[in-house]
């Protein structure tokens, strides 16, 4: 399938044109990334806590942003999920209160990160019925472990029930409910359960209003060495990228492919910085998906350079380089406009969990085809015209 047939455009005769625009692209990012103070990082890279709650009801939000600015746990991100915006995502700056002490966020204290990131987040949002009583030392029946529960019901559980099943059926029962026991009422379908065993429960239990799904912490050492092993993953990417197009085709292939990936990744990046999102590991993959798909695309018009080198000797570089690219353009606007609807869906449908990284490859490959047409080319015709000796054919 082609969309266009004998198509002759001059791709590299404005190449000067579109190097600077693109050189001005990487310099507005940069600039605007040094006086943001550099990227947005995540938790992933800057430290601090995760935690997604699920609520009996859609919470009030200022309110929750309000408990949350007493802690002083420096910057705060809120987010709500689900069409009855029950679910909450809440991102925190550090483990600790500010002027507090730094020994709980050392690498060796993942559980006490993890307390902490419950005690002074998790715990502030609870209702005032809640956390009295957790005072009187009642558990949380929508949060409680299995061990927990279980050794509430070893004391009223006839000997033929087994508190430790009784306990699991509690816990597959509130998973069926997202989580959340609504009243107490529910558990009188699980087998064994006698008048005796929910009073048990009622007296030493408590349904609290919301459902802890997930807390994930990452101390400042190691947010700094994920930093580092992600600039590491591009980084050696780039280079075997380098290795490979050098024995395949030849070296000024391979620097006219890595220069093209490299601008790639930094325009990504700047537009990436300038709408203010989270930089997170999982951006760092959309990154290196997109050096993947932009390689791919590149390597196919090297390859039909190579060949119409073959044919086409007494033709200068230019000219063999824009009939390469007019004879894969359809196959590269295909490939493109095809993915493109896919990340499209994935970034009005997707979800707010997935849409900066479909956000990432959305710019990556409208990226990473302009460079493909526009740069690697062109950097071959200037490497021939400043080094002609050492760019023979």
């Known amino acids: 399938m082609r969309l266009f047939r004998d198509t002759n455009i001059d791709f590299l005769g404005k190449r000067y044109i579109f190097l600077g625009l693109s050189g001005l692209l990487i310099l507005t990012g940069i600039i605007f990334i040094i ?7 995540g938790i992933d890279f800057a430290g ?61 204290s ?131 990228t380098l290795l490979y197009i050098t024995f395949r085709f030849r070296f000024r292939f391979a620097v006219a492919a890595i220069m093209a990936l490299v601008h790639d990744v930094i325009v990504t990046t700047s537009f990436f910085a300038i709408s203010g999102r989270e930089f997170n590991l999982p951006i760092v993959a959309a990154l290196l998906t997109i050096v993947g798909y932009s390689l791919n695309d590149t390597i196919v018009i090297f390859d039909r350079v190579r060949d119409n080198l073959k044919f086409m000797r007494r033709d200068p570089l230019e000219k063999i380089i824009n009939k390469s690219i007019n004879q894969t353009l359809s196959r590269t606007i295909l490939t493109s406009g095809t993915t493109m609807i896919v990340v499209l869906c994935l970034y009005f449908l997707g979800g707010t969990v997935i849409n900066s990284f479909a956000y990432v490859m959305m710019v990556g490959i409208i990226t990473g085809t302009y460079s493909t047409v526009y740069i690697a080319g062109a950097i071959l015709v200037i490497w021939q015209k400043l080094s002609p000796a050492k760019a023979k054919r």
């Open 48 to 108: 601090g806590a995760m935690i997604r709650l699920i609520f009996q009801s859609a919470p009030q939000i200022d309110n929750i942003r309000r408990e949350l600015s007493n802690l002083k746990l420096g910057d705060t991100e809120i987010q709500t999920f689900g069409l009855e915006r029950k679910e909450v995502l809440i991102r925190v700056e550090r483990l600790i209160p500010r002027g507090g002490s730094t020994d709980a966020a050392s690498e060796e």
């Open 110 to 240: 993942e559980k006490t990160l993890e307390e902490l990131a419950s005690e002074t987040v998790i715990n502030s949002l609870r209702s005032t019925t809640g956390q009295d009583a957790l005072k009187r030392g009642l558990i949380d029946l929508n949060n409680a472990g299995r061990e927990v529960i279980q050794k509430v019901l070893e004391e009223v559980v006839a000997s033929s029930s087994s508190p430790q099943e009784m306990a699991q059926q509690i816990i597959e029962l509130r998973d069926e409910n997202k989580g959340l026991l609504s009243s107490f009422e529910q558990l009188s379908s699980i087998p064994g359960m006698s008048q005796e065993v929910m009073k048990t429960l009622k007296e030493k239990s408590f349904l609290g209003i919301f459902h802890i799904a997930q807390v994930e912490t990452v101390g400042p050492k190691v947010g700094a060495d994920l930093r580092r092993k992600a600039l590491a993953a591009i980084i050696f990417a780039l280079i075997g």
């Open 35 to 41: 006086m943001k103070g550099g990227l947005n990082f």
